[in-house]
């Protein structure tokens, strides 16, 4: 049974750093692309960062470029999103993303709000 549990949300104040991340159970996590969305009420979800099984090469919303950093541990079935300089606008629920075997699965999403 595939499953992905998001934690590391909370409340920071803008210019803030959070990390968050997302443990993969249930499938050969090592040989798949893992991507983070993100959410708020009303919008469409928004891809937000997307990395190769390997790690070798990165992708990022214009948005959010130079400021989140995605990143993988094979060895714990464990994929981070870390986001510095957070602004208000940063403030959504996020998601951890996998796709294989032509199906999406999701996690539970994780609250991040940015506020002073």
């Known amino acids: 049974q595939v499953q992905l549990v998001d934690s590391g949300g909370g409340l920071v104040q803008p210019g803030g750093s959070l990390r968050l991340s997302c443990a993969a159970s249930?499938?050969?996590?090592?040989?798949?692309?893992m991507n983070w969305y993100r959410q708020t009420p009303g919008k469409e979800r928004e891809l937000v960062a997307g990395i190769t099984s390997a790690g070798t090469y990165k992708n990022y919303a214009d948005s959010v470029k130079g400021r989140f950093t995605i990143s993988r541990d094979n060895a714990k079935n464990t994929v981070y999103l870390q986001m510095n300089s957070l602004k208000p606008e940063d403030t959504a629920v996020y998601y951890c993303n996998a796709q294989f075997k032509s199906a999406t699965f999701w996690g539970q999403g994780t609250q991040v709000t940015v506020s002073s």
């Open positions: 249930g499938f050969t996590f090592s040989s798949t692309y």
